[in-house]
């Protein structure tokens, strides 16, 4: 029988195995790419609802204005105020008051 001189190793059986690290760093990386695509998306959309309102409002605008122009290179009335009346500035009373307006 032929002797062993090397020295033994004891390899515990109990280890667990390591888990493949790349699997981890993937799925990370492709749930911040999802979640960075839905919020580009969701603002890309409100923005283009948000255009298409504003369209919407200044053709209606553009339809009613002929009627309600005034004529060329005069400006349109501003409302009168009645003499003796100035526009009611309550804040100067109310906010060193802490009043709640």
């Known amino acids: ?6 020295e033994r190793s004891f390899a515990s059986k109990n ?3 390591r888990q493949p690290i790349g699997k981890y760093l993937l799925a990370v990386v492709v749930v911040v790419i999802i ?9 890309w959309s409100a923005c283009w609802f948000k255009m298409k309102k504003t369209a919407a ?3 209606a605008a553009v339809n009613t204005a002929p009627s309600q122009q005034a004529p ?6 501003l409302p009168a105020q009645p003499k ?8 100067y009373e109310t906010l060193p008051k802490g009043g709640k307006g």
């Open 1 to 6: 029988m032929a002797i062993d001189y090397r």
């Open 15 to 17: 280890k667990p195995r």
């Open 35 to 43: 979640i960075f695509a839905a919020g580009f998306i969701g603002g």
């Open 57 to 59: 409002v200044q053709q």
């Open 72 to 77: 060329a290179g005069q400006l349109p009335p």
């Open 84 to 91: 003796g009346q100035q526009t009611p500035l309550t804040f």
